[in-house]
């Protein structure tokens, strides 16, 4: 069974506070992804990974950066949460080369920013 | 105009309904189409997923794509209480390329 964990189910952070935001998944997949999901406007995707240490933009990366040192863990960062990043945070991975690739997400982590 | 337009409803429909779940997109360029069905505090599961144009059947499930109109379908029939839950399409250009999701859609299957 493919799993995809996150570090934390609920975060509560103060406006200005570097917030991380950690992802693993145990399949050995290439691919990684993170999304936020927010009411009436659906999943958007904020960054995502080929592979170690590369990262590409997706189409929200304002206010966040990633990074990935190993293949299996993938973070988010926001630098400076604000209270527009409160939102519910998800991470996906899939595998890479095949001609369909299913994405596999978390079980998402719920950002509050006061 | 969004990439991809999904009605967000709510739908609430009764036990043994059939259900009609549909999207819109604009990029002609889309090749892959999926449908993922969420549950309530947790993460999207995809359900289906169709390449092109044409139907798909698993089960009490049948996609559908009409890439002439731009439009794709989720089919339910015989709907059950354990169906409720938001349903997204998802599209991309090739079967590993980042997805384009719609807003999702609130199913709630009444007994």
């Known amino acids: 069974d493919v799993k995809v964990t996150q570090s934390s189910r609920y975060l509560v952070k103060r406006t200005g506070e570097k917030v991380f935001l950690e992802c693993v998944q145990d399949?050995?997949?290439?691919?990684m992804f993170w999304y936020r999901q927010d009411p009436g406007l659906g999943l958007r995707l904020i960054y995502f990974s080929y592979d170690v240490k590369m990262k590409e933009k997706g189409d929200i990366p304002e206010g966040y950066s990633v990074s990935r040192e190993k293949k299996e863990r993938f973070s988010l960062i926001l630098e400076s949460a604000s209270t527009n990043q409160t939102s519910m945070y998800l991470c996906?991975?899939?595998?890479?080369?095949?001609?369909?690739?299913?994405?596999?997400f978390g079980p998402g982590t719920r950002l509050t920013v006061t | 105009q969004k990439e991809v337009e999904q009605d967000p409803g709510p739908l609430s429909v009764p036990e043994g309904a059939i259900v009609s779940l549909n999207c819109t997109y604009s990029n002609s360029a889309f090749q892959y189409f999926m449908w993922y069905r969420q549950y309530s505090r947790k993460g999207p599961e995809l359900l289906m997923y169709?390449?092109?144009?044409g139907n798909k059947e698993d089960g009490r499930f049948t996609a559908q794509v009409d890439k002439s109109s731009k439009y794709i379908s989720l089919f339910i029939r015989d709907s059950q209480p354990s169906d409720s839950a938001t349903y997204l399409c998802a599209m991309s250009v090739t079967g590993n390329t980042p997805l384009v999701f719609g807003k999702g859609t609130r199913l709630s299957v009444i007994a």
């Open positions: 399949m050995d997949h290439e691919n």
């Open positions: 169709t390449y092109s144009s």
């Open positions: 996906a991975s899939s595998f890479e080369g095949r001609e369909f690739d299913e994405q596999y």
